[in-house]
């Protein structure tokens, strides 16, 4: 992809290089942020990438060249961001304007999603419990919170150790 050609022909003011180059940028950081923020919420791959095209866009007349390890720079700062504080980053849902309360996987292959129901149901009821509370979203102290007497770094434990068995379970790495 000749990203500096694109973005040469956009800065000319044609609308067609333009809507090409945000079309293969959202392409290459979309595929780059699904795999950066497996675990988290599903809108946070959409809304970090958007976020990333915003700045870029915004920022097209200042970039001399390599527009495309511009935005890789830029998404690299928003997954930061992320990581840092989770709690400030919220997903608002668009049906009722709250915090999404549960999230689904996107899973449009049945057997994918077969294979992590099977994986789900062999946990035992602690790692249940605790993968069910990630997947809805909730941060390691909101989850401290539920069990009194376990602390943050106790918990981070056996929260990385249930994520390892049902890894396991799954077949992945």
Not at 97 to 111: A, C, F, H, K, R
């Amino acid at each position: 992809m000749d990203f500096d050609g694109l973005l040469v022909r956009a800065r000319a003011g044609d609308e067609a290089a333009r809507s090409e180059l945000f079309v293969e940028l959202r392409r290459l950081l979309r595929m780059i942020a699904i795999r950066r923020l497996r675990g988290g919420l599903a809108a946070w791959v959409d809304d970090t990438v958007q976020d990333t095209l915003l700045i870029v866009s915004r920022r097209l007349e200042e970039i001399d060249d390599h527009p495309h390890r511009y935005a890789l720079v830029v998404l690299k700062n928003r997954i930061g961001q992320i990581y840092r504080d989770p709690r400030r980053y919220t997903s608002i849902s668009t049906d009722d304007g709250g915090p999404e309360e549960s999230v689904e996987p996107v899973t449009p292959d049945p057997l994918l999603r077969e294979r992590m129901e099977d994986a789900f149901a062999r946990l035992g009821p602690q790692c249940r419990d605790l993968i069910a509370h990630l997947a809805r979203g909730r941060s390691r102290a909101e989850i401290c919170a539920l069990y009194p007497g376990v602390s943050s770094n106790a918990m981070g434990v056996r929260i990385h150790r249930c994520r390892g068995e049902f890894r396991s379970l799954l077949g992945v790495e």
